[in-house]
């Protein structure tokens, strides 16, 4: 399944930004920087043939957000959708947010099949008839035509964040949603679009005082009150909007104790969290941070109950790394339907699987090569130094620029989707 030609990276406006299935699984909603959103709509199970089910084809492509300009601050603001949170099918239609720095829309997509004709003030061509000529009532029908699959923004939330939005979130009431810039959150209701209520605050009275900033915030998938968030200082914040209006004291606060022998130059910088995520069970959350994912229970701050290495050997690269900037590279993370298997991705476009039961886990990577139709993916082996086996990568000459930070799991189903920086690739598991 592929985005663009690879072969060039020519195209900015192509990288994808966001991956997301819907509740379902049926439809896999992209993002990219050129602001567009592209729905794909899996395949249904035809009896002659069997196998092809589960492809993914593309179902309605529209432009969701346009380049803007902040006169005021001078600033241009970007297009690129940071994220896409699909809501729960209510009827027909589908409907998903979709935001950029500074703006979230809600979109509501929907099929038409039939048109209207007949009409008694109008011709077949649309013109309005005069009055006079008009001697008889008809009554209009519904004829049939070509499906047409339509994309409506229904809502627009803007003016209310003043830094870059990183995370929104759906409540599970479904009637609110919340977004996250780098200082504040937002409680928003999904009828009102002129006034949204700051459930969180960290701006500090004296700029020069900021020591941390929010990176990821989420709600949790069951209990409407609770929400959490994480900061750049590799802390993570649980809140109950039941214990004050404002959110500005946590209820537990999830730390790590840093390691003193294990403290260099870049500590700081790689222990910020780039993603938090509850568990489907609403038990754990997990978390990512450079080099590693974490998985940590409600019931204990202290420290996480698993930690999984995603590229420990990238510890003695950490000076070039920062160089590159590449140091700064958000990773996702992300949980499987049943919460025992987690997937993250790395540079070289590898991505990395861990099982929470046999503590086993996997490199796989996502590129042109092995991504024939089912083709089985080889897992991968990076090597530090010594002598290189054959069928292992030297991490000397792992490529940077070519990372994988989006990704998503079916939410019923081992069929995952990688987005390699403008390629989407679908992996399922083979079916016997």
């Known amino acids: 399944m592929n985005y663009p030609d ?25 993002g990219d920087k050129g602001g567009r ?22 179902y309605s492509t529209f432009q969701s ?57 109008k011709d077949e061509e649309g013109r309005l008839r005069d009055p006079a000529t008009i001697t008889t009532l008809r009554v209009p029908v519904l004829r049939p035509m070509d499906l047409m699959v339509e994309a409506a923004p229904r809502r627009v939330f803007a003016n209310a964040h003043t830094y870059h ?12 949603y919340m977004s996250a810039d780098d200082l504040r959150i937002n409680l928003w209701n999904f009828e009102i679009t002129n006034q949204s209520f700051n459930i969180v605050d960290i701006k500090p009275a004296n700029m020069e005082e900021l020591t941390e900033v929010i990176t990821a915030a989420e709600f949790h998938p069951h209990h409407c009150n609770t929400f959490v968030y994480s900061s750049s200082k590799g802390t993570i914040r649980l809140c109950d909007m039941r214990a004050s209006a404002l959110c500005d004291r946590h209820t537990k606060f999830f730390e790590e104790p840093e390691d003193p022998s294990n403290r260099s130059f870049f500590s700081e910088i790689i222990s910020s969290i780039s993603d938090v ?66 997937m993250t991705g790395s540079y070289n476009n590898f991505f990395r699987m861990f099982d929470r039961n046999t503590k086993r886990d996997v490199t796989l990577e996502a590129s042109r090569e092995n991504s024939k139709p089912r083709a089985i993916l080889k897992p991968r082996k990076v090597c530090v130094g010594g002598k290189r086996r054959k069928d292992e990568i030297s991490v000397d000459s792992l490529d940077f620029s070519k990372k994988i ?10 069929i995952i989707a990688v987005a390699a920086t403008n390629n989407l690739y679908i992996f399922q598991d083979k079916v016997n």
């Open 6 to 30: 690879e072969s060039t990276y020519g195209n900015k406006a192509d990288i994808i930004s966001t991956v997301e299935f819907n509740h379902t699984g049926e439809l896999l909603a992209t």
């Open 37 to 58: 959103v592209v729905i794909f709509q899996r395949e249904q199970e035809s009896k002659n043939q069997v196998h092809r089910r589960g492809e993914y084809n593309v």
């Open 65 to 121: 957000h346009e380049p803007e300009f902040d006169y005021l601050k001078s600033l241009e603001i970007e297009e690129k959708i940071n994220k896409i949170r699909w809501l729960p099918q209510q009827n027909a239609a589908y409907f998903l947010l979709s935001t950029n720095d500074k703006t979230v829309k809600l979109w509501k997509v929907s099929e038409r099949d039939k048109r209207p004709e007949g009409y008694n003030l």
């Open 165 to 176: 939005i990183n995370s929104i979130s759906v409540n599970s009431d479904y009637e609110t």
């Open 277 to 342: 995520k509850f568990s489907h069970s609403g038990r754990y959350i997990m978390t990512r941070d450079y080099l590693t994912v974490k998985v940590w229970d409600l019931n204990m701050e202290n420290r996480p109950i698993e930690t999984y290495q995603v590229h420990d050997y990238l510890r003695s690269k950490l000076c070039s790394l920062y160089e590159n900037d590449c140091i700064f590279d958000k990773f996702e993370c992300v949980w499987n339907g049943s919460d025992s298997v987690i």
């Open 405 to 414: 930070l989006h990704t998503a799991w079916h939410p019923s189903e081992n």
